[in-house]
């Protein structure tokens, strides 16, 4: 019989032979290279450390999301379920919806037979928002690993051969959402979804048990191809224009580049047509926010979309992206269009924004049979102010080098 004390001290060392026995063997699994994968958990691990001991916390991170996103999604899920959040975004994501029917029956190049397909299509589709259920399920690992609250990509969530929309619970934050905040929740979150909405209704088939179905006739596709091939046209000229690299087949190129993002590109020009109908028709109970005064609520719905995309880019990363387009399948294009050519596509954007140059422009539409030209018109407008305004934008582009106290003094001057 023993006393506590020895207890105490027979647990102890059964511990530390429990941990020399699981070193040892751990030790003689990483010398041999049977286990590839401790072998590659311990490289990580040293990584992580820099000189004298200290943690690589970067590295860290990026090890820790890339090889345990279930766990830590089930975590953030618990920690934050944000419930309430959810209820309000399922809000949204059905707002959009109702907003797509009713721009599907007001298109012009759509006969009845397209148009009831293609609602019906919609309405079938299932939402998802947040995560899945089984995230928050005790012991046990959530069954669809898909519907992931951290899903860190927000541009990927429509889900094609289910046949569904994912809305993760990363993305319920500044820049795209804010609980009362109109602006940016349609701006942001809406556009978003609207997006991916997009590429739902810019498929004129579905495929049930591996057979093809069509959803529009023959009529409605050769009209929604030719404009397609407008968007296409217009970002191609947008990416000729921009990329200051010269070669015989750079035409060829942008051309390319142009058809190869389409998809892309005219989901981005249909999530903002509709996120702005949709958002009009919410009427917000406010005109101005106290810290931006200058802008009224359909201005900063424009900031809002525009802030998704926030970034900065080098020129030559722009036009290497661009070139490098159709080489390495990527589909999207480099932010900087991704904002201003949908813009372009908008009169309401034009109006609101006297100082962008928008004269002569072509608007897009793809929901108008036909091309139109635009001239911006506003009361008072004349040559001098035009002078102005291209004046001010080459100051703002001289505002971006080194030597800038005197441009921006005199845009000071002249605002």
């Given at each position: ?21 699981a070193f040892d063997s751990v030790q003689a699994i990483l010398e041999s ?124 969530m429509y889900f094609n051969r289910e046949h569904s929309i994912f809305v ?85 190129r942008s051309l390319s580049v142009g058809r190869e993002s389409v998809e ?152």
């Open positions: 019989i023993s006393t506590k004390k020895e207890d105490q001290k027979i647990l102890l060392y059964m511990d530390g032979m429990t941990f020399d026995i290279k049977t286990d590839q994968y401790l072998s590659n958990a311990t490289k990580s691990y040293r990584e992580c450390l820099l000189e004298k001991g200290e943690v690589n916390k970067r590295k860290c991170v990026n090890e820790t999301t890339t090889n345990y996103k279930l766990e830590l999604g089930v975590a953030y899920a618990k920690k934050d379920p944000q419930k309430n959040t959810i209820k309000d975004v399922q809000s949204l994501v059905d707002t959009m919806k109702n907003e797509w029917a009713i721009l599907i029956d007001k298109n012009d190049w759509m006969d009845e037979i397209s148009k009831e397909n293609s609602k019906n299509r919609a309405r079938d589709m299932e939402s998802y928002v947040g995560y899945d259920k089984s995230f928050l399920t005790p012991w046990e690992l959530p069954k669809n690993e898909k519907l992931n609250p951290l899903l860190m990509n927000a541009h990927y993760p619970l990363s993305i319920f934050n500044p820049p795209f959402f804010k609980q009362d905040m109109d602006a940016l929740n349609y701006g942001g979150m809406g556009f978003l979804i609207n997006h991916e909405l997009s590429h739902l209704h810019n498929k004129h088939t579905f495929t049930i048990d591996k057979v093809e179905e069509e959803l529009w006739t023959e009529s409605t596709i050769e009209a929604f191809d030719e404009r397609r091939n407008c968007f296409a046209n217009q970002y191609s000229e947008a990416f000729e224009e921009f990329v200051t690299i010269r070669t015989d087949d750079m035409k060829n892309e590109n005219t989901a981005d020009s249909g999530g903002l047509r509709v996120a702005f109908n949709a958002y009009q028709r919410k009427k917000p109970n406010y005109d101005k926010l106290i810290n931006l005064p200058k802008f009224n609520h359909k201005q900063l719905f424009f900031l809002a979309f525009a802030n998704v995309f926030c970034s900065s880019e080098s020129v030559e990363y722009t036009e290497e992206k661009i070139l490098t387009t159709v080489e390495k399948n990527k589909k999207h294009s480099p932010s900087k269009f991704r904002v201003n050519e949908p813009l372009k596509n908008m009169k309401e954007f034009a109006e609101l924004c006297l100082y962008l140059k928008m004269d002569d422009e072509e608007v897009l539409r793809l929901t108008k049979r036909k091309l139109k030209t635009m001239k911006l018109k506003k009361n008072g407008l004349s040559l001098e102010n035009v002078a102005v305004r291209d004046i001010i934008r080459n100051l703002m582009d001289y505002a971006k080098f080194p030597d800038k106290k005197d441009s921006l003094r005199i845009l000071r001057e002249l605002l």
